[in-house]
């Protein structure tokens, strides 16, 4: 064999090198120095159908181990809801999980980072130690954007404590009819006052900066996230408030109600929109081409990418997953770029592929779908910074967080009624007084005064999951130290007389619910709720505090009640909840939905012809903060 000469192989070794050096300069999505656009163009002609395809799925993270990441190029990962690595996981076993993906995907022929996705609703509320907010539905009733923008910065930084950069919020659904299970995730029945809180993408994307084209999408920042503008649209307006129902309305009157959150979020800047389960007019909004499509990207210029709902395309049909095939096509037809396909993406992967090379779906299709998809990875830097680290995870649960959290409950709170007409007002009331009955269901359960979507998708029970603050420990911490406080969660009236109580705070209310396991035809209290109204109420002054996440049957109680306070769903800080009852702060909230007498008006909202509340929309007492208050 004939030796090569050295000079050769040096030759040979520095052409190649300087082949290799021009190929990698020659990839210019890999370049930061380029645009957003030129980085995208670059990287998209570079992939192949099953490289765009994977670009398309987000898989459930349970689904992402073993090498699925690389294998199928995956495009994102997420948490359904509950979720998680390990039991009370920390921000460092999050942040472990991600990593790993991370490791996954960037070794794949291109290195196209992944992200992850989340249900961040109210807070980072699947993540043990995180600060819980209130429920929209509470946030509505503060009136007060600027709160919520500052409530949407906390949370970001909460989510990224754990790595995650992609928050599935806000909702912005207008709620018509408080028997939807979904009403409290509702800022109001206002579409006005559901636009005014958009203001919460501000706090988890960042300001938008004022030469920034509308439609285009932005996030500042490692320190914030994706925010999602959902479900796109009307959900909120379905029949009866039958979850993933129909919504039955002019276009007029979809657009003056239902739409305008959505303009306001794409003008500040929303990353992606969610489709959502419901229909309009009958149309199944997954397969609706001409909002999608038509005036989503081509009226409105949203520029960020939409996506579906879990497990979207199944819910097309009944029985659900019935001609798959047809409901993919429908639904990448329409215009929704990335789908949430939990499980069967393999599946996905197969009859995409096989409508796009038999020309059912044009490339055209697929290739916006990933350009927005690119576009929305480039411009949060992912490509630069694809790996988690730990600069952040002791902003997970922190002290000004809960503060804020506090100050967020004490700002919801709605007093509907405070004293009787032969009295004087009861609330605020004193601290110093020789004893108090606290009683009802929700005044010492975390999991009761948080709701649903918190650690699981449908709520917890008790106090072990979370941390925080109970009703019953706000009130224990406000009250003089002299002061005696007794709980009992149902007492019997005889109890009630025969103790000695100054008064009685009772909270009662809904158990945690989501989605259609929330939807309620009867909207009463829950048992012994009544119970404990009627014996603690009949007996001695109260006050009464209703943990729901909408308006309930209270009329046939309401003359028993001294005072009669809307709570909402207020969140892991229940002293904020003290902080009113007993007047460090004054009440100021307002109610962001109708207060009906009873279920037979539904659906009733302000400006309707047979609008009869039982309190109006806008309705809210206010009382002043005292200094302490010792005696009656």
Not at 74 to 85: A, D, L, R, T, Y
Not at 88 to 102: G, P, T
Not at 289 to 304: A, C, E, P
Request: with cysteine; aromatic share 8%; proline share 6%.
């Amino acid at each position: 064999m004939a030796k090569i000469p050295f000079f050769l192989v040096g030759f040979w070794l520095l052409s190649n090198c300087a082949g290799l050096l021009e190929a990698e300069d020659m990839m210019k999505y890999k370049n930061p120095k380029e645009s957003n656009d030129v980085r995208v163009e670059d990287l998209l002609n570079r992939m192949t159908l099953e490289e765009k395809i994977g670009q398309m799925l987000q898989i459930e993270r349970k689904c992402a181990s073993d090498n699925v990441l690389n294998k199928y190029f995956i495009g994102s990962v997420m948490s359904e809801g509950g979720s998680i690595p390990v039991p009370k996981a920390s921000a460092e076993n999050w942040i472990d999980m991600l990593n790993e993906f991370q490791k996954d995907a960037l070794s794949t022929r291109l290195g196209i980072p992944v992200f992850y996705g989340i249900d961040a609703v109210h807070g980072h509320n699947t993540v043990y130690k995180a600060t819980i907010f209130p429920h929209n539905i509470g946030l509505g009733a503060t009136r007060d954007p600027e709160l919520v923008k500052r409530i949407g910065a906390a949370t970001a930084l909460e989510v990224r404590a754990t790595g995650i950069q992609y928050a599935y919020a806000p909702c912005v659904a207008v709620c018509r009819d408080p028997r939807w299970g979904r009403c409290y995730e509702s800022y109001s029945e206002d579409p006005k006052l559901v636009e005014a809180m958009t203001d919460i993408i501000l706090g988890l994307q960042g300001d938008i900066p004022d030469n920034m084209p509308n439609g285009l999408p932005f996030i500042a920042g490692k320190e914030k996230v994706l925010a999602c503008a959902k479900h796109y649209v009307g959900d909120g307006g379905t029949i009866d408030g039958i979850n993933e129902s129909n919504t039955v309305i002019d276009i007029n009157e979809l657009m003056e109600i239902h739409m305008p959150g959505y303009l306001s979020s794409i003008s500040k800047g929303v990353a992606t929109v969610m489709v959502s389960y419901s229909s309009w007019n009958g149309v199944k909004m997954h397969t609706h081409h001409d909002l999608i499509t038509g005036f989503l990207k081509n009226t409105l210029h949203f520029q960020g990418f939409v996506i579906s709902d879990f497990e979207g395309i199944d819910r097309i049909t009944t029985p659900h997953r019935a001609n798959c095939t047809d409901s993919l096509q429908a639904a990448v037809s329409s215009g929704i770029d990335m789908f949430m396909v939990p499980k069967f993406y393999k599946n996905f992967i197969e009859d995409l592929t096989i409508l796009v090379k038999n020309e059912v779906i044009p490339m055209s299709r697929i290739d916006d779908a990933v350009r927005r998809i690119l576009r929305v990875k480039f411009m949060m830097g992912i490509f630069e910074n694809p790996f988690a680290d730990y600069s952040l995870v002791n902003y997970l649960g922190t002290k000004e967080h809960r503060e804020l959290a506090r100050e967020a409950v004490r700002k919801s709170m709605v007093l509907l009624k405070n004293g009787k007409s032969d009295k004087k007002p009861l609330l605020p009331l004193p601290k110093k007084v020789p004893k108090i009955l606290v009683a009802g269901s929700h005044a010492n359960n975390l999991g009761y005064q948080c709701g649903g979507w918190t650690i699981e998708w449908q709520g917890v029970s008790g106090n072990n999951l979370l941390e925080g603050t109970t009703i019953l420990d706000a009130i224990k911490n406000t009250v003089d130290s002299e002061t005696i406080v007794i709980y009992e969660e149902n007492p019997d009236i005889e109890f009630v007389k025969s103790n000695g109580f100054s008064y009685a705070i009772v909270v009662v209310g809904e158990k945690p619910y989501a989605e259609t396991h929330g939807d309620n035809m009867n909207l009463t209290i829950p048992s012994p709720g009544p119970e404990t109204i009627t014996n603690v109420c009949g007996a001695i002054e109260c006050a009464v505090v209703i943990i729901s996440g909408r308006p309930l049957v209270i009329q046939p109680y309401v003359g028993l009640m001294d005072a009669v306070v809307a709570g909402w769903l207020p969140g892991s800080e229940g002293q904020g909840v003290a902080d009113v009852l007993f007047g460090d702060y004054g009440f100021t909230g307002k109610l962001p939905r109708t207060w009906f007498k009873s279920v037979v008006q539904l659906p009733m909202n302000v400006g309707d012809a047979h609008y009869d509340p039982l309190f109006p929309f806008g309705f809210g007492l206010t009382t002043e903060p005292t200094e302490a208050i010792y005696s009656q």
